[in-house]
């Protein structure tokens, strides 16, 4: 029997790349996003992953054409830029909305029917960003960690059950994330942060442009769904984005932010 399968973020980037590769394997499909999704093999489930009742809407209706739910791709997210102290709130609780709320939301309405199946598997994306601070994208970090730390937490809270959880964090991914996500315009920012600001900003944006493909994070999460059993964690990037996870936690603080502050300027 074909394996059931739920991606969301599947209008862009990794979603959309992922998507049609587990329809092409001989998953049933379901991509859910805001906007419908039109990709091969694969049904459109739209709906805002910041709105519980729109999840748990858009998987009841997964659950009932399919009856069963056996894995859930998480890609949806959104970044967002902007110094904490003049970035608006509201623009910074969007982020954590999206990001977090809206993973906590997947969890409550598929873990249900993932508990059903013989091999659940539950993958999380969130960011090398999610393991350290960023200038300037703060919000973005927090949201990030915030979902590797719920990805941890599901992992014990799941012992004993046919589910695993893995919590994926990608370096650069060559998509158009930086184009959609809210910036907040450099003239609005104090002098002291202006010039670091625009400099870290254009650094982030030529590093997401030459980052990896989705294609190549796409293929992992599918190799990574499959095995028999699932870190905690993967690390998706080019080797010196993977060694600075560690490095974040064995360096002293000072040697840390001399090399972070380089790499954003
Ligand atoms: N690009 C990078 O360099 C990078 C690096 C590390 C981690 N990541 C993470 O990897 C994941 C995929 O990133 P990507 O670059 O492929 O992003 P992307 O191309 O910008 O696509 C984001 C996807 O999330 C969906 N989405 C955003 N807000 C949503 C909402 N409120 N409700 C439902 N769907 C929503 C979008 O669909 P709609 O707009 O149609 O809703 C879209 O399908 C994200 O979690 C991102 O944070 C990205």
Same mark, same amino acid.
């Given at each position: 029997?074909s394996?059931?399968?739920l991606v969301?973020?599947?209008?862009?980037g990794?979603?959309?790349?992922l998507?049609?590769?587990?329809?092409?394997a001989g998953?049933?499909?379901?991509g859910?996003?805001?906007?419908s999704?039109?990709?091969?093999g694969?049904t459109?489930?739209?709906?805002?992953?910041?709105?519980a009742e729109?999840?748990?809407?858009a998987?009841?209706?997964?659950?009932?054409?399919e &009856? /069963? *739910?056996?894995? !859930?791709f998480h890609? @949806? =997210?959104?970044g $967002?830029a902007g110094a904490?102290?003049?970035?608006?709130?509201?623009r910074a609780?969007?982020?954590m909305?999206?990001n977090?709320?809206g993973?906590?939301?997947l969890?409550?309405a598929t873990?249900?029917?993932?508990?059903q199946?013989?091999? &659940? /598997? *539950?993958?999380? !994306?969130?960011?090398? @960003? =999610?393991?350290? $601070?960023i200038?300037f994208r703060?919000?973005?970090?927090a949201?990030k960690?915030?979902?590797i730390?719920?990805s941890?937490s599901?992992?014990?809270?799941?012992?004993g059950?046919?589910?695993?959880?893995?919590?994926v964090?990608?370096g650069d991914i060559?998509?158009?994330?930086?184009?959609?996500?809210?910036?907040q315009p450099?003239?609005e920012?104090?002098?002291?942060?202006r010039?670091?600001?625009?400099r870290?900003?254009?650094a982030?944006?030529?590093?997401v442009d030459h980052?990896m493909?989705?294609?190549?994070?796409?293929?992992r999460?599918?190799?990574?769904a499959v095995?028999?059993?699932?870190?905690?964690h993967?690390?998706?990037?080019?080797?010196l984005?993977?060694?600075?996870?560690i490095?974040r936690?064995?360096?002293?603080?000072?040697a840390?932010?001399?090399?972070?502050?380089?790499?954003?300027?």
């Open positions: 029997m394996q059931v399968a969301t973020g599947a209008s862009s990794v979603g959309e790349a998507a049609p590769r587990l329809a092409a998953w049933r499909v379901y859910l996003s805001r906007r999704v039109e990709l091969t694969v459109s489930l739209p709906a805002d992953i910041s709105d729109a999840v748990s809407r998987v009841r209706e997964l659950v009932e054409r &009856g /069963r *739910l056996d894995a !859930v890609c @949806a =997210g959104v $967002g904490v102290e003049t970035m608006p709130t509201e609780k969007q982020v909305e999206t977090f709320w993973s906590w939301n969890c409550q873990l249900p029917h993932l508990r199946s013989p091999r &659940g /598997r *539950l993958l999380l !994306v969130s960011s090398i @960003a =999610g393991h350290m $601070g200038p703060s919000a973005y970090c949201s960690a915030a979902v730390a719920l941890d599901l992992r014990l809270e799941l012992q059950s046919s589910v695993q959880v893995s919590c964090s990608p060559a998509t158009n994330s930086i184009a959609t996500q809210y910036r450099a003239s920012l104090d002098p002291l942060y010039e670091r600001y625009r870290a900003d254009d982030m944006a030529q590093n980052g493909t989705a294609a190549h994070v796409a293929d999460m599918i190799t990574i095995r028999d059993s699932l870190a905690p993967y690390v998706i990037g080019e080797p984005q993977k060694i600075s996870t490095a936690r064995i360096l002293p603080a000072s840390w932010e001399w090399v972070l502050g380089r790499y954003y300027s």
